[in-house]
């Protein structure tokens, strides 16, 4: 985190000194954009908060590690696909449930689709590509995950 | 002006509830709004850096240079390029659209996009060698070489079949 900030005030500094007002308008164009598309921003966040709230860590835990792989497999994609979580919440997560005997096929399908399928930064989505592109891309996604959950049951001799 | 209004309306009810949820000492009131604001500090994060980027790479990379390496004459390396691109930036999915409208409205074309949006989701490097050291290499692996080509063919087959029906990307509406 810590570099992005590091490595983006070094290119603002140097894009500084070869052109003031180049720099200039490159920061009105980027507040400018920010701006546009912030009320999306907060809806997305009020849509996030309240779904993190009706699934917490426990209740995912408990979906994911139900009876029949298949069955997990298929809640796994579909809770991945609701929810937002960041990449340093999901892994410990998934590398808990591991040890908790969850197989790797659901843990793939859970991981894969939390960071293809996005139901809510789907308003986003469309504000840049369109509704119809948005859901075609998002369901392709979906079963590319659902395509690397299998592959990954079959070669961890989870399936056969 | 009225989808204004109700989204006003929404916002406004939203933080009434979570107002009186503390007076009353609601908890889950409480936990939703806990939940926003980490999720708003850890956003607060990551876009400030993305949005600087994106207005520094439209002053300064000229479109003829984005249209040889990422238009439709560029050819596997694009693919290459934009994969690489998408790998060293951080933020996933949400910070990928605004790039990939920029890279857009530079000459890139679609199926370059597709791609750039689908790696930014599932090969950022920080990302997957984070996710190798709790999962394991051989499920990052598997993950990766199975994904990354799938996203590469769907993403040429949307792009192909949307540039036949001459689809525009346009920003917010």
């Known amino acids: 985190m810590y570099y992005t900030y590091a490595i983006t005030g070094l290119i603002l500094l140097i894009s500084f000194f070869i052109n003031k007002q180049k720099t200039i308008k490159a920061i009105k164009i980027s507040f400018r954009k920010f701006k546009k598309i912030s009320p999306t921003f907060i809806n997305m966040l009020i849509l996030v908060s309240i779904i993190l709230f009706l699934l917490p860590d426990k209740v995912i835990s408990d979906y994911l590690n139900s009876s029949s792989k298949f069955v997990s497999v298929f809640l796994a994609s579909f809770i991945g696909s609701i929810t937002l979580m960041p990449g340093f919440v999901a892994f410990p997560l998934s590398g808990i449930l591991l040890t908790k005997g969850v197989p790797y096929m659901v843990l793939s399908a859970f991981t894969t689709t939390l960071m293809m399928v996005g139901i809510v930064t789907f308003p986003i989505e469309k504000e840049y590509l369109g509704i119809k592109v948005a859901v075609i891309r998002n369901i392709s996604s979906l079963l590319i995950a659902l395509t690397v959950a299998i592959m990954t049951g079959i070669i961890f001799g989870e399936i056969f | ?173």
Not at chain 2, 52 to 70: A, D, Q, R, S, T
């Open chain 2, 1 to 173: 002006m009225k989808r204004n209004v109700i989204r006003i309306a929404y916002i406004l009810t939203y933080i009434l509830f979570l107002v009186v949820s503390f007076i009353l000492g609601y908890n889950p009131g409480k936990e939703i709004a806990f939940n926003f604001i980490s999720f708003l500090i850890y956003m607060l994060k990551i876009l400030p850096c993305a949005f600087i980027l994106i207005g520094l790479f439209e002053v300064w990379v000229k479109k003829e240079v984005i249209e040889k390496h990422l238009g439709e004459e560029s050819g596997i390396r694009g693919y290459a390029w934009v994969i690489l691109l998408a790998g060293t930036i951080a933020g996933g999915l949400l910070v990928a659209f605004p790039i990939a409208y920029s890279l857009y409205n530079k000459g890139a074309k679609l199926s370059i996009i597709f791609t750039y949006i689908g790696a930014a989701a599932i090969c950022r490097v920080p990302m997957t060698l984070y996710e190798a050291s709790f999962m394991g290499i051989k499920f990052t692996l598997i993950r990766l070489l199975v994904s990354l080509p799938l996203v590469i063919i769907t993403s040429i087959f949307l792009g192909n079949y949307l540039t036949k029906r001459n689809y525009r990307m346009v920003e917010g509406k």
